[in-house]
């Protein structure tokens, strides 16, 4: 039905950048709201940031506030995270996952992306 793959995961060092990229399968899988969320070791899920299916409403986590930008580009079927001014508390694996039509919940997620940010 829907299939996320998430890439851009890596090595940074503190202060530098990263882009992770959600793809997603299905053309009505475009329509929904899309988030990233993270979880480091031994820490619990967190939400970062989410996109409306049209692009144009966006929601961050404070900690992750004027740091991290999401868009998305639905020609391209792929959701992406912009992530600047990383810091090692940043590191953690990142999900992406979806909201379908009618759904209360985020019903589908990708496998997640490592990012880990040196000091």
């Known amino acids: 039905q829907v299939q996320l793959v998430e890439s851009g995961g890596g090595l940074v060092q503190a202060g530098g950048s990263l882009r992770l990229s959600c793809e997603a399968s299905?053309?009505?899988?475009?329509?929904?709201?899309t988030a990233w969320f993270r979880q480091a070791p031994e820490n619990e899920r967190e939400f970062v940031a989410s996109?409306?299916?049209?692009?144009?409403?966006?929601f961050y986590a404070d900690s992750v506030k004027g740091r991290f930008t999401i868009s998305r580009d639905s020609a391209k079927s792929t959701v992406y995270l912009q992530m600047n001014s990383l810091k090692p508390e940043d590191t953690a694996v990142y999900y992406c996952a979806v909201k379908p039509q009618g759904y209360t919940n985020y019903a589908y997620w990708g496998q997640g992306t490592q990012v880990t940010v040196s000091s």
């Open positions: 996109i409306s299916g049209s692009g144009s409403v966006t």
């Open positions: 299905g053309r009505t899988s475009l329509w929904y709201r």
